[in-house]
């Protein structure tokens, strides 16, 4: 792999050993809208070997302001499936695992987090959030968050931190609240931004309802797609600039982690 073309760049950037590092993780990012999809692409192009992608959403015409794999003509197509065949393109020695399903407790056991080098949670459900961060920690698994990304205008402000030390971030508010009462005693980076800024226009956008711009079906066929949309109590407005900064941070710090592997230096 670090002979591969493709990589020539990023070889001569972090050296042929950390590029077949890359080549030998096994990579999974769950959710695959704003923030994952980017990360995931930025990370076959990297060399990355081996990833699932996990969602079990469709495309929703609203997704093409800032989700990479959806556009005007594969609406309520599966986002896993697609971002899959998007990225086959760009690495065709990636093997890719689209995985049409919803991370939860309920289905948290058909995923072996162990067997994963590195686990980006990209998830929006606050408490699915939490029960990967917990699963995936105890697994051993390498993990790296996003938080809250919506909402935010200025991609200057975004940063990473341990989850202990974010500030101003609302989501990562609620996270660190659930880890401490669920006795997490562990720590992981997490992506975050601490701009506030109010929304421009009412957050009822009729999600759920005769009204909403969602497909009517899932992945696995009926009619249950508005039912899940409609569960959303708050629809934030949110913007491709910021929530694909959020995802090639992600990708950021596994490339420096796996430069930091192949120089011996030791990791946090």
């Given at each position: 792999?670090?002979?591969?073309?493709?990589?020539?760049?990023?070889?001569?950037?972090?050296?042929?050993?950390?590029?077949?590092?890359?080549?030998?993780?096994?990579?999974?990012?769950?959710?695959?809208?704003?923030?994952?999809?980017?990360?995931?692409?930025?990370?076959?192009?990297?060399?990355?070997?081996?990833?699932?992608?996990?969602?079990?959403?469709?495309?929703?015409?609203?997704?093409?302001?800032?989700?990479?794999?959806?556009?005007?003509?594969?609406?309520?197509?599966?986002?896993?499936?697609?971002?899959?065949?998007?990225?086959?393109?760009?690495?065709?020695?990636?093997?890719?695992?689209?995985?049409?399903?919803?991370?939860?407790?309920?289905?948290?056991?058909?995923?072996d987090l162990g067997g994963f080098?590195?686990?980006?949670?990209?998830?929006?459900?606050?408490?699915?959030?939490?029960?990967?961060?917990?699963?995936?920690?105890?697994?051993?698994?390498?993990?790296?968050?996003?938080?809250?990304?919506?909402?935010?205008?200025?991609?200057?402000?975004?940063?990473?931190?341990?989850?202990?030390?974010?500030?101003?971030?609302?989501?990562?508010?609620?996270?660190?609240?659930g880890l401490r009462e669920r006795?997490?005693?562990?720590?992981?980076?997490?992506?975050?931004?601490?701009?506030?800024i109010p929304p421009a226009a009412?957050?009822?956008?009729?999600?759920?309802?005769?009204?909403?711009?969602?497909?009517?079906?899932?992945?696995?066929?009926?009619?249950?797609?508005?039912?899940?949309?409609?569960?959303?109590?708050?629809?934030?407005?949110?913007?491709?600039?910021?929530?694909?900064?959020?995802?090639?941070?992600?990708?950021?710090?596994?490339?420096?982690?796996?430069?930091?592997?192949?120089?011996?230096?030791?990791?946090?």
């Amino acid at each position: 792999m670090a002979g591969n073309p493709i990589f020539q760049r990023l070889d001569l950037l972090t050296g042929p050993a950390a590029v077949a590092i890359l080549q030998r993780s096994r990579v999974a990012v769950f959710g695959l809208g704003g923030v994952g999809s980017w990360a995931a692409e930025a990370l076959v192009r990297s060399g990355v070997g081996d990833m699932t992608l996990v969602d079990n959403d469709v495309i929703c015409i609203t997704n093409v302001n800032r989700q990479l794999q959806a556009t005007t003509r594969n609406v309520g197509k599966a986002k896993a499936t697609e971002l899959a065949d998007r990225l086959a393109d760009l690495n065709p020695r990636c093997r890719l695992n689209p995985v049409q399903k919803v991370y939860e407790p309920d289905t948290a056991d058909s995923f072996d987090l162990g067997g994963f080098d590195y686990v980006l949670d990209c998830i929006d459900s606050i408490s699915n959030k939490i029960d990967l961060i917990l699963r995936a920690h105890a697994a051993g698994a390498t993990l790296f968050a996003s938080m809250g990304a919506a909402g935010k205008l200025d991609p200057t402000r975004i940063k990473v931190a341990s989850i202990w030390d974010t500030q101003g971030c609302p989501l990562a508010r609620i996270v660190r609240r659930g880890l401490r009462e669920r006795g997490f005693a562990g720590d992981f980076p997490a992506v975050y931004s601490p701009e506030v800024i109010p929304p421009a226009a009412s957050t009822n956008v009729a999600c759920g309802t005769h009204k909403c711009f969602c497909p009517e079906f899932t992945p696995t066929g009926g009619g249950e797609h508005k039912d899940w949309c409609a569960t959303k109590k708050i629809i934030n407005g949110s913007a491709v600039h910021i929530t694909a900064t959020f995802g090639m941070f992600l990708a950021g710090l596994v490339l420096q982690d796996a430069r930091e592997r192949a120089a011996g230096l030791p990791i946090a």
